[in-house]
């Protein structure tokens, strides 16, 4: 049993539980509809969906950041959550509330034509490509409702939340690990004089392995082979750039990253820089 707070729309509403006494966000058609302050209602079987309102999410509390969202967008972004639990299943839905704050303000900025360039773009879509995919419906999504057309850059935004909702990783995380992928790519083509293809395999095994590595650091956990030996060798223009990555890395991770590391970096470049495909 829930007692009505404040309804938001026709499709939101704020209501307090009778067994907790704790405030929740309510989405679903018609919830809101007619519902009078202190009304009290049973929850619906079908259609809705309960957000807690004292999680505490990366952009701060959900009931704070609630105050300044137009219940529209969260309306929007519970859609796009219900599209990516159709692809992966159980997700983190406390991700609707920056969701559907950044949407609102991609909105706010296309509006005001101030649509932003993102240089990672090309990289989210091939290191979270499901998840790019999967952010794709909000194009179709917004037009329905709003009218509005987003680009491909606001939707590699939105395809890292829907990242963070499925995995241990926050957007800023995410965006990290593409900044490091993109930054090692940079090296990679400035030595060899190649513009690296974002489909090829190595490319795509690369990411992955920058991805597991900040992974490892973050958790503590170590490889147990140490390559580094060989392949500063072998191979001491990647094994240089390894290097130079990993201590990037650890400067944006505030992380150190092992050593053992570095070999394995190195292989993944050299692999990169020898794809002619």
């Known amino acids: 049993m829930f007692r009505v707070k404040k309804?938001?729309?026709?499709?939101?509403?704020?209501?307090?539980?009778?067994?907790d006494n704790q405030e929740y966000l309510l989405i679903g058609k018609g919830i809101g509809f007619g519902k009078k302050v202190s009304e009290r209602?049973?929850?619906?079987?079908?259609?809705?969906?309960?957000?807690?309102?004292?999680?505490?999410?990366?952009?701060?509390k959900a009931m704070e950041l609630l105050k300044g969202i137009d219940p529209i967008y969260l309306e929007i972004a519970e859609k796009v959550l219900t599209k990516s639990e159709e692809v992966f299943g159980k997700i983190d839905r406390?991700?609707?509330?920056?969701?559907?704050?950044?949407?609102?303000f991609a909105v706010q900025r296309i509006r005001a034509n101030e649509q932003i360039s993102n240089p990672l773009t090309d990289d989210i879509r091939a290191l979270f490509?499901?998840?790019?995919?999967?952010?794709?419906?909000?194009?179709?999504?917004?037009?329905?409702?709003?009218?509005?057309?987003?680009?491909?850059?606001?939707?590699?935004?939105?395809?890292?939340?829907?990242?963070?909702a499925i995995e241990d990783e926050n957007v800023a995380l995410s965006m990290q690990i593409a900044h490091a992928v993109r930054e090692c790519i940079r090296m990679v083509e400035?030595?060899?004089?190649?513009?690296?293809d974002v489909?090829?395999?190595?490319?795509?095994?690369?990411?992955?392995?920058?991805?597991?590595?900040?992974?490892?650091?973050?958790?503590?956990?170590?490889?147990?082979?140490?390559?580094n030996d060989y392949m500063s060798v072998k191979f001491p223009t990647s094994y240089a750039m390894a290097k130079e990555v990993c201590r990037h890395l650890e400067k944006q991770l505030h992380h150190?990253?092992?050593?053992?590391?570095?070999?394995?970096?190195?292989?993944?470049?050299?692999?990169?820089?020898?794809?002619?495909?």
């Open 256 to 277: 150190p990253l092992d050593e053992v590391e570095i070999g394995y970096l190195a292989m993944h470049i050299e692999r990169v820089a020898m794809d002619k495909n």
């Open 94 to 104: 406390r991700i609707l509330f920056p969701m559907a704050d950044h949407i609102a």
């Open 199 to 227: 489909l090829s395999l190595s490319y795509n095994r690369l990411m992955n392995h920058i991805r597991y590595m900040v992974a490892r650091a973050l958790k503590g956990e170590k490889l147990k082979l140490n390559l």
């Open 41 to 60: 209602f049973e929850m619906p079987e079908t259609d809705c969906t309960v957000y807690s309102l004292h999680e505490q999410t990366e952009r701060g």
């Open 7 to 19: 309804a938001l729309n026709h499709n939101t509403l704020i209501a307090i539980s009778m067994e």
């Open 190 to 196: 400035e030595e060899t004089g190649q513009t690296i």
């Open 129 to 164: 490509h499901m998840e790019y995919k999967t952010a794709e419906c909000v194009k179709d999504i917004l037009w329905e409702m709003l009218q509005i057309e987003i680009d491909e850059h606001e939707i590699g935004y939105i395809a890292l939340h829907i990242h963070s």
